[in-house]
């Protein structure tokens, strides 16, 4: 019998303009956590979506213990004891939790399906391995991380022994993050095989036994994680070495850019209020961060200051920027205010999937002057706009600006929305999850690129659930618990142990 339980051989995948994957080989062995690291748009998603039959290699071979096999379809690829938890959620947003885990494999019972075993089962497993989630809660309603946990449980409702995770953890807190990899560790304990795709160089040492690399759809090696190291990952990568630490100059703090007086904001899913009357001011010239776990209001406070939430007491409530109450105003009104927001969900509200790169980079600003000659849209314009920011932001698509947005990797999509609202004029900068789904370089260049915006004065609002990320680019962290905001804390002198106990509502300060 074969020392793999999955190789995938000589696997080359094109795309208009561009070959995602270059002959490359890819082995698993059984009870293994195998790491696949590599650039965004290295061709690591593709890779893995030609496994579970989303797309079929122009050459190559799939063998499953030794036999090759084809893959025509996910169908064929459960049937195969293949699962995927992909990056971008394959869920239906206006079904249940319970539903969409069910989906696909209904039992029935007198001509129903039968959702009371199914209850138990999904209970059972989530008690199991530590994913508690609402089984009668609507997709829409929940947060990103616990929509990463139900794609979690949809692979584990099916009992697949190979299980792909598509950067499992970039929505999720530092602590899910920790639990998520000893359920990892556990299934791997069981016999299961894990293909592990992730940009974070940590978790790959952490909880991987090997490492195959990728680097503009080619291989370039596989290693044991017992004899590397971060650095030797990363050169692997990027070709070059990467700083791992944010360089920045003290803030020079100026004027009140954001004053937010008594917010409240509904919740998305009971009668309670997400955000309680919180009060805060983000200056000039500073990068203030609102550090939390997932879930204690931080989505619906983005929400309620962007526009894209109703407020609970809009009557109440006063919201400025640079001087101008924008409480009651459009989103478009208060993008021209001057407020850039890298949202939480790039597909949900960064995006629009079906149009082009260049007219992703322009949605904000096509009726400006430059853009536009008596009402029509100067395509020539918008083209050279768009690949002056497709080269400075390294965002990698086949066909360049005409490349449809939905076609590119997460990474990339990333990018482009970073370099379209860092782009734009703006007074402040709300980013949320900034780095999500970005290799080790991309972070890197993002982090700079962010301090940059700070250093010109601009006000930064950050929202991140990486500690890291919190203590090393901000200036001052505000922690939300419940939906209040319960520390005022300064980076240089707190520690990620004495975060983790204000996230967790053992500590306040505020």
């Not at 208009?16 to 062995?29: F, W």
């Not at 040492?205 to 994680?225: F, N």
């Not at 080269?391 to 360049?400: A, C, L, P």
């Not at 940059?452 to 950050?462: C, E, F, P, T, Y």
Request: hydrophobic share 40%.
């Amino acid at each position: 019998m074969s020392e793999y339980i999955i190789e995938m051989l000589n696997i080359t995948k094109l795309f208009p303009g561009i070959i995602a994957n270059d002959n490359i080989t890819l082995q698993l062995k059984k009870g293994e956590i195998h790491a696949l690291l590599g650039e965004n748009g290295a061709g690591k998603s593709t890779l893995m979506s030609v496994l579970f039959g989303l797309y079929q290699p122009e050459k190559g071979e799939i063998r499953k213990n030794g036999k090759t096999v084809k893959i025509n379809n996910p169908n064929d690829a459960t049937a195969l004891g293949i699962g995927m938890v992909h990056q971008h959620f394959k869920l239906v947003e206006v079904f249940t939790v319970l539903d969409n885990i069910i989906l696909g494999t209904e039992t029935v019972k007198n001509g129903f399906i039968d959702r009371a075993s199914a209850r138990i089962k999904i209970l059972e497993l989530s008690k199991k391995y530590g994913l508690a989630v609402d089984p009668d809660a609507k997709i829409e309603d929940i947060t990103v991380g616990m929509q990463q946990r139900v794609e979690i449980l949809k692979m584990l409702y099916r009992d697949n022994e190979i299980l792909i995770f598509d950067e499992p953890t970039a929505v999720l807190t530092p602590q899910e993050i920790d639990e998520l990899m000893q359920i990892m560790k556990n299934l791997a304990a069981e016999g299961k095989s894990i293909l592990f795709i992730t940009h974070k160089l940590n978790e790959i040492m952490a909880v991987s036994d090997r490492c195959s690399v990728l680097c503009k759809g080619k291989y370039i090696g596989t290693v044991d994680i017992k004899n590397t190291t971060k650095e030797e990952l990363s050169r692997m990568m990027v070709g070059r070495d990467v700083k791992f630490s944010v360089d920045k100059a003290p803030a020079k703090v100026g004027e009140t850019v954001l004053k937010i007086e008594n917010m409240s904001v509904p919740s998305r899913i009971h009668k309670n209020l997400a955000v309680k009357n919180v009060n805060l001011e983000v200056h000039a010239g500073e990068i203030v961060c609102i550090a939390g776990i997932d879930g204690n209001g931080q989505s619906e406070f983005i929400g309620g200051l962007t526009g894209l939430e109703k407020l609970a007491n809009p009557d109440e409530a006063r919201i400025t920027l640079g001087g101008v109450d924008i409480t009651k105003k459009s989103i478009r009104e208060k993008s021209k205010d001057g407020m850039s927001h890298i949202p939480e969900d790039r597909h949900k509200h960064g995006l629009v999937l079906d149009y082009s790169l260049e007219q992703n980079i322009v949605l904000q600003r096509y009726w400006q002057p430059k853009f536009q000659t008596h009402g029509f849209i100067n395509k020539k314009a918008v083209s050279e706009y768009a690949e002056e920011l497709i080269k400075k932001f390294d965002v990698r698509s086949g066909q360049g600006g005409k490349t449809v947005a939905r076609a590119m990797s997460g990474g990339n999509q990333q990018k482009a929305i970073i370099a379209r609202e860092l782009d734009k004029e703006h007074k402040l900068l709300i980013a949320v999850q900034p780095t999500r789904g970005l290799d080790v370089g991309a972070i890197e260049y993002i982090h700079s690129q962010i301090v940059a915006d700070r250093d010109k004065g601009a006000a930064v609002l950050l929202v991140s659930y990486e500690l890291e990320e919190v203590l090393s680019l901000s200036d001052r962290i505000f922690v939300m618990y419940e939906g209040e905001i319960v520390g005022d804390l300064d980076p240089k002198k707190t520690t990620a142990e004495e975060l983790g106990l204000y996230m967790a509502g053992a500590k306040r300060n505020v």
